[in-house]
Nanobody
């Protein structure tokens, strides 16, 4: 049974940092690209960051570039999203996702096989 379980969300003030984790099970984690997405109330889900099977290709949305860092530990079947200098506009439910597809545009477009349940991040001003 495939599972993606996010954790690490919370309520913080603007300028603070949070580290999200996504623990994966039920599939060969090291063979899947991983992505983070977010969805704010009343808005569509948007791409945040993606990382290839092995650390080599990483992509970020322009809105988070320079502030967020995606990483993965294949030994722990876990992907992380380090979020620094958080802004109120970063408030959203954050989801991790997994895909065996190998194209960066598929990763950015949200073509993933598996999704987590999400973790809430709220940034107050």
């Amino acid at each position: 049974q495939v599972q993606l379980v996010e954790s690490g969300g919370g309520l913080v003030q603007a300028g603070a940092s949070l580290r999200l984790s996504c623990a994966a099970s039920g599939f060969t984690f090291s063979s899947y690209a991983m992505g983070w997405f977010r969805q704010a109330p009343g808005k569509e889900r948007e791409f945040v960051a993606a990382i290839s099977w092995r650390v080599g290709y990483i992509y970020y949305a322009d809105s988070v570039k320079g502030r967020f860092t995606i990483s993965r530990d294949n030994a722990k079947n876990t992907v992380y999203l380090q979020m620094n200098s958080l802004k109120p506009e970063d408030t959203a439910v954050y989801y991790c996702a997994a895909t065996p597809r190998g194209s960066w545009y598929q990763w950015i477009r949200g073509e993933y096989d598996y999704w987590g349940q999400g973790t809430q991040v709220t940034v107050s001003s």
